[in-house]
């Protein structure tokens, strides 16, 4: 059975860092493309940041462009979510998701399972 489990989400105040976490349960992290998602309230989905399968690369939206990174660490089928600088606009929930496929983007459809999503609250 699938299952993406994300873990991390708080309280932190602006200009403060983050890091959430993604385990992957059911399959094999080296072989998927995965991402970042949020979610805030009244708002659709948005992407915030993809890691290719295999190759490194990834692609990062333009609201969080040198802020937030992406990284894997395959041997623990897990992947994470670095955030810096956060600002109250990140204030979102956030999910990890995971698709088949070498390319990734920032829309939802291609992905096919979700984590159940982790509240991230930027605050003063």
């Known amino acids: 059975q699938v299952q993406l489990v994300e873990s991390g989400g708080g309280l932190v105040q602006p200009g403060g860092s983050l890091t959430l976490s993604c385990v992957g349960s059911g399959f094999t992290l080296d072989y998927f493309s995965v991402a970042w998602f949020r979610q805030a309230p009244g708002k659709e989905r948005e992407g915030v940041i993809c890691s290719r399968l295999g190759t490194g690369g990834f692609n990062v939206a333009d609201s969080v462009k040198g802020r937030f990174t992406i990284s894997r660490e395959n041997s623990k089928n897990t992947f994470y979510l670095h955030m810096t600088d956060l600002k109250p606009e990140d204030t979102a929930v956030y999910y990890c998701?995971?698709?088949?496929?070498?390319?990734?983007?920032?829309?939802?459809?291609?992905?096919?399972?979700w984590g159940q999503g982790t509240q991230v609250t930027v605050s003063s």
């Open positions: 998701a995971r698709k088949v496929g070498r390319d990734c983007g920032l829309y939802p459809p291609p992905y096919d399972f």
